[in-house]
């Protein structure tokens, strides 16, 4: 059973377009949103993190707009560049839970020049 | 340089035979844990460590063990009972403790079936 539902599975985008990822999550107990970019043979790296005491949280290009009622929350990378190319995961986590990340199943981003 | 660093990069194994992933971390965090990557299945968690000799299963244990002598380390064995393991196995590490910390990863090691 997927904890944290992710979508697209996959996407493709011109340069300078805003792509955008959502997840979308049933226990409510979970207060811990990060997101991760993964190169190819690379590990996931930290990008951007929200608690639900907030609605929207920018870091740079990369925005996190969090939806506590509807149990959902997504990434938006402005001014898109070929070289965020990557996949995206968002994840999920409760201290009630060990801090223990559950993850959604990932998104190709493609950034066409 | 701080970090998280896997070894090897890449593993073969053969029939019935176990192979033990290396896992070291110069970050001074408490909690250290094991996934697995398939494609199209994100991340999954194999085991994961609070505190030095103490760790827990994940969601897929099975096929698995670890040990946990030293803060710095953590590695895993994946076990001839494991009837699948070519996969992309990831450690992270994180500060652990009450609240939620970020977890930081290695690059990985890709296990294949010889």
């Known amino acids: 059973q997927q904890q944290v539902k992710q979508s697209p599975q996959s996407l493709i985008v011109q340069k300078g377009g805003i792509p955008i990822i959502n997840c979308a999550y049933e226990?409510?107990?979970?207060?811990?949103f990060p997101w991760y970019q993964q190169f190819p043979g690379k590990g996931p790296a930290l990008l951007i993190a929200?608690?639900?005491?907030?609605s929207e949280k920018k870091e740079g290009r990369f925005t996190i707009s969090f939806n506590k009622s509807a149990k959902q929350f997504s990434l938006h990378i402005m001014d898109s560049q070929p070289g965020d190319s990557a996949t995206y995961f968002c994840a999920a986590s409760s201290i009630a839970g060990a801090n223990n990340l559950f993850f959604g199943t990932g998104t190709r981003l493609t950034v066409i020049p | 340089d701080g970090g998280i660093t896997q070894s090897p990069k890449y593993l073969f194994r053969k029939e019935g035979q176990n192979v033990t992933l290396s896992c070291e971390q110069n970050l001074n965090h408490d909690a250290m844990y094991w996934y697995r990557q398939d494609p199209g299945q994100g991340l999954r968690l194999i085991y994961y460590s609070q505190i030095v000799n103490d760790f827990q299963k994940g969601d897929i244990a099975e096929g698995y063990s670890v040990s946990r002598e030293k803060k710095e380390s953590f590695p895993l064995t994946v076990t001839s009972a494991q009837k699948n393991p070519t996969a992309f196995y990831l450690c992270?590490?994180?500060?652990?403790?009450?609240?939620?910390?970020?977890?930081?990863f290695g690059d990985g090691t890709r296990l294949s079936i010889l």
């Open positions: 929200i608690r639900p005491d907030v």
């Open positions: 992270a590490s994180s500060m652990g403790g009450a609240s939620n910390q970020p977890q930081h």
């Open positions: 226990n409510t107990a979970f207060d811990y």
